[in-house]
């Protein structure tokens, strides 16, 4: 499907991730799904490419593309393999991101360069057992003593978990202070004190990592603090602005890759000896679908390109862009299954899969609910 602002090197890029899909993920996809197991042997051609640090400079270990490039790559994965488009998108719109935004130099250089040469994994640890929404409810907690900071605390449901190397976390300095109290850190795997916990029994992206993390008296250097004291709600919260777009582009591939395969369905198959697709209910199914569709790529693409004018921040786009395509893919997933009637069902078809899937993308990085909140904060004011 063609996007208007698409500049050749975008097109070539898009051509080049939607070949690598085809040939290596296609068939791949639905085991991944069914054993569960995250994908190594694929994120590590992914990483081969250079795509795990698509919109870095080179100086950091990055590609040096920009903000599109990245979601045309997530868009193209998701449309085969959502658990693999999750993996991508929590390394770099949720770990690189924060760190090249608000990292020092050291940092970059430490953390950044080999999370976006694809040497180590990255994920970010903000939801808590009591904190998800309202992230003010954040009750691990950070104490500065000497020249360490002292952490202790749960994180819930982080993508990458216990695969990840290196994980942005926050942790509040001062729990009266609610978001104002909260400041972020980085901490690596292996640091005494910290260990990944359970990981999640979900009922989609069974092939993406989700885990508990913990923190015992664990005991993170002084300058691993990223941004300053108590300024991790503002870090977060920007990039939950690119997360967002992260997550609305998860959805519009997965609703692409489930029209795509209702498109062949409906040519393939027939009900009574006519074609479907000169059923004019199959008809209407794929019409909706293809400007629902189309609609989301809009929003997402133009999120997309403001943040890469860098302009203004992307708050209200990058929410109209999650809120929309989330809540389209739900809907066109279930109504491209049910031209399948009750082989839709089966696992004889990946619509199942794609619904399943889906359903994340109205949940992670904020709820429909909450992007309704952002959205109309952004119109009236707080
Ligand atoms: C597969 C998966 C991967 C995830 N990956 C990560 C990750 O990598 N890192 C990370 O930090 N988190 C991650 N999360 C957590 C995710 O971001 C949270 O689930 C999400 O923010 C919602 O929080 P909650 O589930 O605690 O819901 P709650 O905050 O408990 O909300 C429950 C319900 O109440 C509604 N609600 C809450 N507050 C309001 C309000 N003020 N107004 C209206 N309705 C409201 C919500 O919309 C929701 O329907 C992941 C979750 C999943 C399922």
């Known amino acids: 499907m063609k996007f208007a602002e698409f500049t050749d090197r975008h097109k070539a890029f898009r051509d080049e991730v939607r070949g690598f899909a085809k040939k290596e993920l296609l068939d791949e996809s639905t085991q991944i799904d069914r054993k569960g197991e995250f994908p190594w042997h694929i994120i590590n051609k992914i990483k081969e490419r250079g795509w795990l640090g698509v919109p870095f400079p080179e100086k950091y270990g990055g590609l040096g593309l920009d903000a599109t490039s990245y979601i045309i790559l997530v868009e193209e994965i998701a449309r085969v393999c959502a658990s693999t488009a999750i993996m991508i998108a929590a390394h770099v719109s949720l770990a690189c991101q924060p760190i090249y935004a608000n990292g020092t130099e050291e940092q970059k250089e430490k953390y950044l360069v080999p999370l976006s040469r694809g040497e180590k994994i990255g994920s970010f640890g903000l939801t808590e057992p009591n904190a998800g929404s309202d992230a003010g409810g954040t009750e691990t907690t950070a104490k500065l003593i000497g020249d360490k900071w002292l952490i202790n605390g749960t994180k819930r449901f982080i993508t990458n978990g216990h695969v990840a190397d290196v994980i942005v976390f926050t942790a509040s300095q001062d729990r009266e202070k609610k978001t104002h109290g909260i400041s972020a850190f980085i901490v690596e795997k292996g640091t005494k004190g910290f260990e990944a916990g359970k990981e999640e029994d979900k009922m989609g992206l069974r092939g993406s990592i989700t885990s508990e993390l913990h923190f015992e008296d664990c005991e993170l250097p002084k300058e ?159």
């Open 224 to 382: 691993n603090l990223l941004g300053k004291e108590y300024e991790g709600f503002k870090v977060f919260m920007e990039t939950l602005d690119g997360g967002r777009i992260s997550i609305g582009v998860l959805a519009l591939g997965i609703a692409q890759g489930a029209l795509d395969y209702g498109i062949e369905y409906a040519r393939e198959y027939s009900l009574n000896g006519k074609p479907l697709y000169k059923y004019q209910w199959v008809q209407k199914i794929i019409a909706d679908a293809a400007t629902e569709i189309m609609a989301a790529r809009h929003l997402i693409y133009h999120a997309a390109n403001l943040k890469d004018r860098g302009e203004k921040r992307v708050t209200e786009e990058g929410a109209m862009a999650k809120l929309y395509a989330s809540e389209v893919s739900t809907r066109v997933c279930s109504k491209i299954q049910s031209i399948l009637g009750k082989d839709g069902l089966t696992k004889k078809y990946p619509l199942e899969r794609f619904l399943r899937d889906t359903k994340l993308m109205e949940i992670g990085e904020g709820t429909s609910e909450i992007q309704r909140l952002v959205i109309s904060r952004q119109i009236f004011g707080r």
